[in-house]
Nanobody, 122 residues
Framework: QVELVESGGGLVQGGGSLRLSCAAS????????MAWFRQAPGKERAIVAA????????NYVDSVKGRFTISRDNAKNTVYLQMNSLKPEDTAVYYC???????????????WGQGTQVIVSD
């Protein structure tokens, strides 16, 4: 069992930055892959970035490559999403998820946080 709590969302001007955090509780965090998803109004939830249990593997959706960075600190049971050069189209509710596998390539996403709202203005 893993419980996830996101924080760090807010309102930011286009071109600005935000850092999202996801604090996890539960024994399996350090051996779970983790991911950030987002859901914009009227759209389906979609993966943004994922990271393996050690942090050695990361992957990103094309639209955020070079702007977003996913990282994790297993000592703090926390995963982060650093978002730079934000655009209005990044506006969404961002969710943290814990995977069923150590690798994001083989994971189903079994546990979810409640989400944090990110709004990027023009």
């Amino acid at each position: 069992q893993v419980e996830l709590v996101e924080s760090g969302g807010g309102l930011v001007q286009g071109g600005g930055s935000l850092r999202l955090s996801c604090a996890a509780s539960g024994r399996t965090f350090s051996t779970s892959s983790m991911a950030w998803f987002r859901q914009a109004p009227g759209k389906e939830r979609a993966i943004v970035a994922a990271i393996s249990w050690t942090g050695s593997i990361t992957n990103y959706v094309d639209s955020v490559k070079g702007r977003f960075t996913i990282s994790r600190d297993n000592a703090k049971n926390t995963v982060y999403l650093q978002m730079n050069s934000l655009k209005p189209e990044d506006t969404a509710v961002y969710y943290c998820a814990a995977g069923s596998s150590r690798s994001p390539y083989y994971s189903s996403w079994d546990y979810w946080g409640q989400g944090t709202q990110v709004i990027v203005s023009d």
